[in-house]
């Protein structure tokens, strides 16, 4: 692992990460004084949303500059709010590792949305600087419905989402492996409001439980701008299948990690009320032989 998950920068991360945190309950209080501002990301919940309904395994498988607001967007959030059958997504830290503009990277680009060749729906193998370097592991299609709270969950057409997630192994491309750019894809909604990327389940990291990166904008020309996202956040992924996923030899550095991380108490998603954790976690289907399906509906208050 490199020298990016070492206990300092994470002690560092975390800290940052829990006057963060702070600061938005404090916010969400005024808010839910004056009525006027509701934000999401509130919470604190220390109930894991991870069930048997969330996953079926098959017995086979033994900020972007992006978090400001700009014109034709809008970025109001919700606490735990739904309408319909969908929840608001808790805004979440876009990490070190975004490669989205906001900060220094070590390799090859320190803003691939804004780099030929992001939009696809493969996201497997490096696509800057003559790498095609496919990033190995348990084939993954995840596929995320992106949803307006305040528009009884109607489907948001037209809207591109940005993904990213580590390796097998943890690392992040352009940070920990700054050659390679596998595992980071942007994708356009649908007239379902979907977007699918395919690529592998990820690996678990000491000190945070297994999840994918996302940002979402309201248009292509937003997100490949890397500017004005709606929301920042991150999919948890469901306990059953991470234990199938890490019981193999290509994760074996994910099983030990994956023991003593749990939704409610990770340092992100913990904070969160019962609801979006729930509804942060994705659904997912299928064996370590064939690959896994997985979805989730990504609530959004326009």
């Known amino acids: 692992m490199s020298e990016q998950h070492d206990a300092g920068l994470r002690a560092d991360l975390i800290e940052i990460e829990r006057i963060r945190l702070g600061r938005r309950r404090a916010l969400g209080l005024?808010?839910?004084?004056?009525g006027a501002l509701v934000l999401a990301g509130c919470g604190g919940s220390e109930a894991s949303a991870t069930s048997d309904s969330?996953?079926?395994v098959s017995d086979s498988g033994?900020?972007?500059s992006g978090s400001g607001s700009g014109t034709g967007t809008t970025g109001s959030t919700a606490t735990g709010s739904s309408s319909g059958s969908c929840t608001a997504f808790a805004s979440e830290t876009n990490g070190p590792?975004?490669?989205d503009g906001t900060n220094s990277s070590r390799g090859l680009s320190s803003n691939v949305l804004v780099e030929s060749g992001v939009v696809r729906s493969d996201i497997r193998s490096s696509f800057l600087g003559g790498s095609t370097t496919v990033a190995?592991?348990?084939?993954?299609?995840i596929t995320l419905r992106l949803a307006d709270v305040n528009d009884s969950c109607g489907a948001l057409e037209g809207y591109a989402v940005y993904l990213w997630h580590c390796d097998v192994e943890g690392d992040y491309s352009l940070y920990d492996q700054?050659?390679?750019?596998?595992l980071r894809g942007v994708q356009v909604a649908d007239e379902n409001g979907e977007v699918t990327f395919t690529t592998i389940w990820p690996g678990c990291y000491n000190g945070r439980f297994p999840h994918i990166h996302f940002e979402v904008y309201s248009s292509i020309d937003n997100a490949t701008s890397g500017r004005y996202a709606v929301l920042i956040s991150q999919i948890a992924m469901p306990d059953d299948a991470n234990q199938t996923v890490y019981a193999t030899q290509a994760y074996a550095s994910s099983q030990s990690n994956y023991a003593g991380e749990s939704i409610g108490g990770d340092n992100v998603f913990g904070d969160n009320t019962t609801d979006q954790m729930e509804a942060m976690t994705a659904s997912a289907s299928g064996s370590v032989t064939?690959?896994?399906?997985?979805e989730v509906t990504v609530g959004i208050a326009t």
């Open 30 to 34: 005024i808010g839910a004084g004056g």
């Open 54 to 56: 969330n996953v079926t």
């Open 62 to 64: 033994t900020a972007a």
């Open 97 to 99: 590792y975004p490669a």
């Open 136 to 141: 190995e592991g348990i084939e993954l299609t």
């Open 178 to 182: 700054p050659n390679e750019s596998w």
């Open 290 to 294: 064939a690959g896994f399906t997985a």
